[in-house]
């Protein structure tokens, strides 16, 4: 057996070997040279081989295990600090990886649709084993995704570890998805972020002091209004003080509350 049902770009598959678990699959680099990484000159001259045995995608529910003949190359370049370097494999497997990078790939979609221990679960039965850890440490690592600056955003604070200290969470107002965390709630860390975001146009806030003079030092020209939910804050304390005026006339304070908060 000499041929896998999938592609391994840059290697010529010499020995296949198919067990009841796993498929051992040994490979050499079809390239004659590799590029210095220190001057980016193309050397041919092999200095020694090395293995590497990196995980790669499964085959019919079996694991599939790498055996790659890598070489180390001589720079031959006497300017070059660069004595002795092994050569990239960019497209199959990073470097200092111990999976490919389809496989790392796939169990990153895997990591951000079912999450750590579900995910590992789900890997494991399609032949993929892999460590709940392992894969939240893969969605650490991958880029946040860029967005582009909301039109419409909202700010609110939240609690860190359910304890005193605060941070703050950026929303976009329309899409309703999270644009940002900040690690407090302060008017210069606010203002600072919307610095550098600048075309936010409408900035829905609650009633904090310090998230007003946030935004109107980082985002002069938005237009600043309170959130739904505190705009029904502010109706029913303005109508509770109204009540409170009128509380001879209608019968004590308990009605008074049961009215301002089972019907507002």
């Not at 789900?122 to 892999?130: A, E, F, L």
């Not at 606010?190 to 007003?212: C, F, K, M, N």
Request: glycine share 8%; hydrophobic share 35%; net charge positive.
């Amino acid at each position: 057996m000499n041929c896998i049902p999938f592609e391994l770009p840059g290697f010529r598959i010499r020995v296949v070997e198919n067990d009841a678990q796993r498929l051992t699959i040994t490979a050499e680099a079809e390239s004659t040279g590799s590029r210095c990484p220190g001057c980016q000159e193309v050397s041919t001259h092999v200095h020694s081989h090395y293995e590497r045995h990196p995980l790669d995608l499964p085959s019919s529910g079996k694991s599939v295990r790498l055996v790659l003949w890598v070489r180390r190359f001589r720079c031959r370049n006497s300017a070059c600090l660069v004595e002795v370097f092994c050569e990239r494999l960019p497209a199959v497997v990073a470097r200092s990886a111990q999976r490919t990078v389809r496989l790392t790939e796939t169990l990153n979609d895997v990591g951000f649709a079912l999450g750590g221990k579900a995910g590992s679960r789900q890997s494991k039965r399609q032949g993929m084993v892999v460590s709940a850890s392992t894969l939240l440490r893969y969605l650490r690592r991958c880029p946040f995704p860029g967005m582009p600056t909301p039109r419409v955003l909202g700010v609110d604070d939240f609690a860190l570890r359910r304890g005193p200290s605060y941070g703050t969470l950026l929303v976009d107002g329309e899409t309703h998805r999270p644009v940002g965390l900040l690690t407090d709630r302060t008017a210069e860390m606010l203002a600072g972020w919307l610095q550098t975001h600048p075309g936010i146009q409408v900035i829905t806030r609650d009633r904090s002091t310090e998230y007003a003079r946030g935004a109107s030092q980082g985002a002069p020209t938005a237009i600043q209004v309170a959130d739904r939910w505190y705009l029904l804050v502010n109706f029913r304390e303005a109508f509770e003080r109204l009540l409170d005026r009128l509380r001879p006339a209608t019968g004590g304070m308990q009605c008074i509350r049961y009215i301002a908060y089972h019907h507002l």
